[in-house]
């Protein structure tokens, strides 16, 4: 990681060289004077002999810790962070957070209100408020999505989220006048957000674990407007205010997850409303822990990053021509789906397998193997998950079954796609 280095006398003030191997490595970088992450994990453990239990927890946390720092860094110097490093930072985070002896002492994932597990990282607490907070956010493709009543929120602290996996749509909101252009029909009411601890009273003192949240209306009640609207997926990053009212649409049978931290330096304010029906009077969220322990959502999400990953080189091998590779990528992707170890990040769901589907009837298509493309592009117009899919699979069927002469085919799969262009 060029932008984050640490220099070579603290390093070597900690540690000496035990091996050739650690030695050789020392020598190149004293030429610079500095090390970079990686190499400093790199010369750390060659001077490390303790391969017991406690001391790779105790690494690992070492780790989380890092990861933590680096992305800590960037956000608060405005600095981007590609692909690889945002791979090398989730790298940290993920071998922490499975880490068998690690991931006993660790709190487990609850779900929040929005309906994502959160699992928490760091949290520094200053005078009953956020000073800093990690979290990983995980939407799992299991139908939880939250309460959309209370959907609309916001923040105290300013907020920056990193997407791991999946995509999320972010709208944001600024209340208007009822009548200005462009509000929306219904009205809100403000509603205060209070959290409780171990016990059943709850307060405005903001507690990193919590038994439940529960907002109360003020009788306040606005009109709002929709000013902004993005979709987040892999690598992306994006920011959300202190107050700013937003909210994330995710599809329910997907996974998508996030690194997610609030940084009250940058921003924070007191009253953070969140919106809700009008006549509403409170609603309680409890943190319930679900069935998922962290480790097997930080699996969860390599497994779908794997998956993306393949996925994405079979599409840059698609379009450079190498057609031969892209397929084995797709078939790679396709054989992730159906494993054991994707059963339970991916349910075995139909959009992931209707889109690999999607993608080897248009590549088989290319090669002119149009029986094969005809098999896959069907089962992928089988299956209902995507209608973009189904638009792009009715296409590459309408010209294949012209090539085949299958006319009566053509009309069928072409009326298919008209019907299903109309809904977006």
């Not at 799992?140 to 923040?155: E, K, M, Q, T």
């Not at 987040?232 to 997850?257: E, I, N, Q």
């Amino acid at each position: 990681m060029k932008a984050t280095r640490l220099n070579t006398s603290m390093f070597l003030a900690r540690c000496s060289t035990r091996s050739s191997q650690g030695l050789s490595r020392l020598q190149r970088c004293l030429k610079r004077d500095t090390f970079t992450i990686r190499e400093w994990l790199h010369n750390a453990v060659l001077q490390t002999q303790d391969n017991s239990p406690v001391w790779q927890a105790s690494w690992q946390l070492i780790h989380l810790a890092l990861g933590v720092s680096v992305l800590r860094h960037k956000a608060r110097q405005g600095q981007p962070i590609d692909g690889a490093d945002l791979d090398f930072v989730w790298g940290l985070v993920r071998d922490a957070v499975t880490d068998p002896v690690l991931a006993s002492l660790l709190p487990g994932a609850s779900r929040s209100a929005q309906g994502f597990l959160s699992v928490p990282l760091c949290s520094l607490i200053k005078d009953n408020r956020i000073d800093e907070l990690w979290r990983l956010h995980v939407w799992l493709p299991d139908g939880h999505r939250g309460n959309r009543d209370f959907a609309i929120h916001s923040h105290q602290p300013f907020a920056q989220s990193w997407i791991l996996a999946g995509e999320g749509r972010d709208y944001q909101y600024a209340v208007t006048d009822s009548e200005a252009k462009g509000a929306l029909d219904t009205p809100y009411a403000q509603y205060r957000i209070a959290w409780s601890g171990t016990g059943k009273s709850h307060g405005t003192a903001y507690v990193p674990h919590q038994s439940y949240s529960i907002v109360e209306n003020t009788g306040k009640i606005v009109h709002i407007k929709q000013v902004e609207t993005a979709l987040h997926t892999r690598d992306m990053s994006y920011t959300v205010g202190a107050g700013v009212l937003h909210r994330t649409k995710v599809p329910a049978d997907t996974l998508h997850a996030t690194l997610f931290y609030f940084d009250s330096s940058r921003e924070f304010i007191q009253d953070a409303p969140v919106l809700g029906p009008a006549d509403g009077e409170s609603y309680k969220q409890y943190r319930d822990v679900g069935s998922q322990p962290p480790s097997s959502l930080a699996n969860m999400v390599e497994v779908v990053r794997s998956f993306e990953r393949l996925m994405g080189e079979g599409q840059q091998c698609m379009h450079s021509g190498n057609l031969e590779l892209a397929l084995r990528n797709f078939n790679s992707a396709l054989a992730l789906c159906e494993s054991g170890a994707a059963s339970g990040a991916i349910l075995n769901g139909d959009r992931y397998k209707q889109l690999v589907f999607t993608k080897l009837g248009g590549t088989y298509k290319r090669l002119g193997k149009y029986e094969q493309a005809k098999d896959l592009l069907e089962q992928a117009m089988a299956m209902s998950a995507s209608s973009k899919l189904r638009l792009e699979a009715s296409g590459e069927l309408g010209v294949i079954y012209r090539h085949m002469d299958l006319m009566d085919d053509v009309k069928r799969v072409l009326r298919v796609q008209y019907e299903t262009a109309k809904e977006f």
